[in-house]
């Protein structure tokens, strides 16, 4: 429990407005979570699996109607309009507090609120924020539990401070007509309502983490950014640390637990993972920048998780993990998803829970978005520096997309606003599992299309100011695309653990060990030193994915041209200029 009064205050007008029939406060010890775990079990919220497959392990089922983020639904409610930008969903503060409590009133009767503190970030790092969230929902609970540092040593750590963030979230009737997601930057607030989905109610994700998190950073002079950590190590034994930023389905979890080829393997290379999805990154004192992940575990995408795409994502599974929305196996009480294996069960419970028979059935097993919450402490490969509340310094921060042609394999920006401007004009080309026409070119800037809290021409205006800010001591700007496909239309580089051949070499540029020659887009590699040692791989066929072709690039030109115009008078004049100097580069 805690003493301190905005806690307090706050914790009694929500009690007020949704009227629960008891208060139970998380306090984070195994005990307290056992019991939920055997309450939600004995309601069917959860189900428990094998435990001696599994042990720890539980399964969990969503309404059919709420299975993934709705972006259409999410909403910046910023008492301007203009500050939520262009690419956000808008909502007047005023309304969107009347709307939100007017469909939460009364909801939790007969039902319990549980008061989640939590922090984002080792507790007690200087990095580390901190978060309340109530809920109705014992899912919810135990997956912030996994997500996040829960319990008593929060409220220790918060004190009589007003620096945290509120968070509602009320299932409801689970009502799509009726649900959102809201944010008050302004108010350190998120208002969760009408959902049971990971993504839309565990509200240190994307909620915190990302959209208040980024205003935050805004404001108080750091970066959260959608993107994953990890750590290199050389034979020698010195490690460098890399960021990254990938929109979905371009392999950003594969990435942030690459297991290195056997070549590089047998030398001592070795990857270790931070973080998955979200770095927090400020200067340090020596003047680097340095990252955290601020979170506990990982809310990973099921279907395709398999031995070859990502072991360590799959080890991580098998103790302490929830699954939602997978297919039951009820012969051995285990679970299982489509690219798990070719062995699907026959006698099965789909992810709606009706009978499903892996070898007959038409339809998928488990839903495309089903999820797996698992602990990070699980992962063969996790960082010894994950608990590190100071964080671990950034050599690169690496840009990607899923490009079939124009971007090479890998190019460096010129510098840190060339970098910015490489990470504005990110991109990925639509494939066939999305909906709509293939090869639509969709940009994402720094892949924080879906997840910044203020508008973003600002955003872009403090990239800018944070370089200036690092000065010499910076990270590189590099650009990787693994996409590049053949005529007919296979990938042409093979990916996965061999993309260590791509870091080796980012590595080496921020060491300055090697030379690369400069084009119209940056600078490129000589096919020479990236290492193709152990791989069937030509040189020739290397630098066919290395070039860059000024007539695809002239194109691409006119595409940031016309994206850059949604940011009016707010995109900043440094990436303006970056614009006119490529295209002037291209004649």
Not at 24 to 31: F, H, L, N, Q, T
Not at 196 to 217: D, E, M, P, T
Not at 291 to 316: C, M, Q, R
Request: charged fraction near 25%; aromatic fraction near 10%; include cysteine.
């Amino acid at each position: 429990m805690t003493k301190n009064e905005s806690v307090l205050n706050w914790i009694e007008n929500m009690k007020q407005l949704v009227k629960p029939d008891q208060v139970v406060w998380i306090d984070g010890s195994e005990e307290q979570l056992n019991q939920l775990r055997a309450e939600a079990c004995s309601t069917g919220e959860m189900i428990k699996l094998n435990e001696e497959k599994l042990p720890g392990c539980y399964l969990h089922r969503t309404a059919v109607n709420d299975v993934a983020r709705v972006e259409g639904r999410t909403f910046i409610c910023s008492r301007k309009e203009e500050d939520a930008g262009p690419t956000n969903h808008w909502m007047d503060p005023q309304d969107a507090y009347k709307m939100l409590f007017d469909i939460a009133k009364d909801s939790y009767q007969g039902r319990t609120m549980y008061v989640i503190p939590y922090s984002m970030g080792p507790i007690g790092s200087p990095f580390a924020k901190i978060g309340v969230e109530l809920t109705d929902s014992i899912y919810v609970v135990m997956n912030m539990s996994i997500m996040a540092r829960v319990g008593n040593a929060v409220w220790d750590v918060l004190g009589d401070s007003n620096d945290w963030v509120r968070g509602l979230h009320c299932k409801c009737q689970i009502d799509e007509e009726k649900r959102y997601i809201c944010h008050f930057p302004e108010d350190n607030t998120i208002i969760s309502v009408n959902s049971g989905y990971g993504g839309n109610v565990l509200l240190g994700k994307k909620c915190f983490a990302l959209r208040i998190a980024s205003y935050q950073g805004k404001t108080e002079g750091w970066m959260a950014e959608h993107m994953l950590i990890l750590g290199l190590e050389n034979p020698k034994g010195e490690v460098k640390y890399i960021t990254a930023a990938f929109p979905s389905a371009c392999g950003k979890t594969n990435l942030a637990m690459l297991i290195p080829p056997e070549g590089y393997k047998s030398k001592g290379y070795k990857v270790w993972t931070v973080g998955d999805d979200i770095a927090w990154m400020r200067k340090g004192p020596d003047g680097r920048l340095w990252a955290i992940n601020p979170e506990n575990g990982f809310f990973g995408v099921a279907p395709g998780t398999n031995l070859k795409s990502n072991p360590n994502a799959l080890y991580t599974t098998k103790e302490g993990t929830i699954f939602t929305n997978v297919v039951h196996n009820l012969d051995d009480n285990t679970v299982w998803w489509e690219g798990l294996d070719k062995n699907p069960p026959e006698n099965a419970k789909n992810w709606k829970g009706q009978d499903w028979n892996g070898k007959t059935a038409t339809e998928k097993g488990a839903h495309p978005n089903s999820r797996f919450t698992a602990p990070a402490k699980n992962c063969p490969c996790i960082s010894s520096e994950f608990e590190n509340g100071a964080g671990v310094p950034i050599s690169a921060i690496v840009f990607g997309g899923r490009r079939a042609q124009t971007t090479p394999l890998v190019y460096q920006s010129r510098d840190w606003n060339n970098g910015v401007f490489v990470g504005s004009i990110m991109a990925s080309e639509t494939t066939a599992a999305a909906t709509g026409a293939v090869g639509v070119v969709r940009r994402d800037p720094m892949a924080m299309l879906p997840f910044c809290g203020y508008h973003m021409g600002d955003y872009f205006k403090h990239w800018i100011e944070m370089g200036e800010e690092l000065g010499d001591k910076a990270p590189k700007i590099f650009n990787v695309n693994w996409f590049r496909l053949d005529d007919e239309g296979n990938f042409i580089w093979p990916g996965f653990g061999d993309n260590l051949r791509v870091l080796e070499w980012i590595i080496k540029r921020c060491d300055g060990e090697v030379d690369a020659q400069e084009t119209a887009i940056g600078y490129v590699p000589y096919a020479e030193d990236i290492n193709l040692e152990g791989l069937d791989f030509s040189i020739d066929t290397l630098k066919s994915i290395l070039e860059v072709k000024n007539d695809q690039w002239a194109k691409e030109a006119e595409g940031i041209e016309e994206f850059y115009t949604k940011f009016g008078d707010r995109l900043p004049q440094e990436l303006r200029n970056q614009l006119e100097t490529l295209k002037a580069n291209l004649k």
